[in-house]
């Protein structure tokens, strides 16, 4: 089944530490973003991939660094510069041609404890 | 900046009810328009895309139109269910600087009771 596949779905961090939050997606698309979800917020942009190899900041990149070497993932990592972690992490794809369709994963909650 | 505004945040309404969710953006740069529906502690599911030169789409209960001129979209849900109780929200699809930007509204909470 084509899809995107986050991984974990929770996670728990420790303070000071970097973690990783995956992203993977066999639909061929072009396009990756990563968001955060606050209780009771709409999604923000953290950082988003038109191509392999390239990325732009999104409204608020503080604080986590992503990649893109291969297609079918986009790794983010919440860096200790981060103050405020605790979120809702979404990450999603689209064929990247402009006016297609975006779609998300389930979604990973990371806890700082 | 493109900015999204969802009204009303949240909706309570009774089983049967046709209803309507608003949308706004600043910027009518766009290409596209998206509705998405999230249940809780869930990803987001696509509902309906409308490109920038379409008026509106259709998909069973659920109509949505663009007004890309007055930056402006309205999703129409006929004859509600407890079902569709979860968030929606909307999402503009950037052009010009900010070319392939996804930007989102805060969500509007719809309640149906039975």
């Known amino acids: 089944d084509g899809g995107i596949t986050q991984s974990p779905k929770y996670l728990f961090r420790k303070e000071g530490q970097n973690v990783t939050l995956s992203c993977e997606q066999n639909?061929?698309?072009?396009?990756m973003y990563w968001y955060r979800q606050d209780p009771g917020q709409g999604l923000r942009l953290i950082y988003y991939s038109q191509i392999v190899n390239d990325f732009q900041k999104g409204d608020i990149a503080e604080g986590y660094s992503v990649s893109r070497e291969k297609k079918e993932s986009f790794p983010l990592t919440v860096t200790s510069a981060q103050k405020n972690p605790t979120a809702f992490y979404l990450c999603?794809?689209?064929?990247?041609?402009?006016?297609?369709?975006?779609?998300f994963g389930q979604g990973t909650r990371l806890t700082v404890v | 900046k493109q900015e999204v505004t969802q009204i009303p945040a949240a909706l309570s309404v009774p089983e049967g009810e046709n209803l309507v969710l608003n949308c706004s953006f600043t910027?009518?740069?766009?290409?596209?328009l998206q509705w998405f529906r999230q249940d809780p502690g869930k990803g987001l599911t696509s509902l309906l895309l409308i490109q920038s030169s379409q008026r509106e789409q259709t998909s069973g209960r659920l109509n949505a139109s663009l007004d890309k001129s007055s930056g402006r979209s309205t999703l129409y849900i006929a004859a509600s269910q407890p079902g569709d109780s979860a968030t929606y929200l909307c999402?503009?699809?950037?052009?010009?600087?900010?070319?392939?930007?996804?930007?989102f509204g805060q969500g509007t909470i719809l309640t149906v009771h039975p």
């Open positions: 910027d009518s740069a766009i290409y596209n």
């Open positions: 999402a503009v699809y950037a052009g010009g600087t900010s070319y392939g930007k996804l930007t």
């Open positions: 639909l061929n698309h072009d396009a």
């Open positions: 999603a794809s689209s064929k990247g041609i402009k006016g297609t369709e975006a779609f």
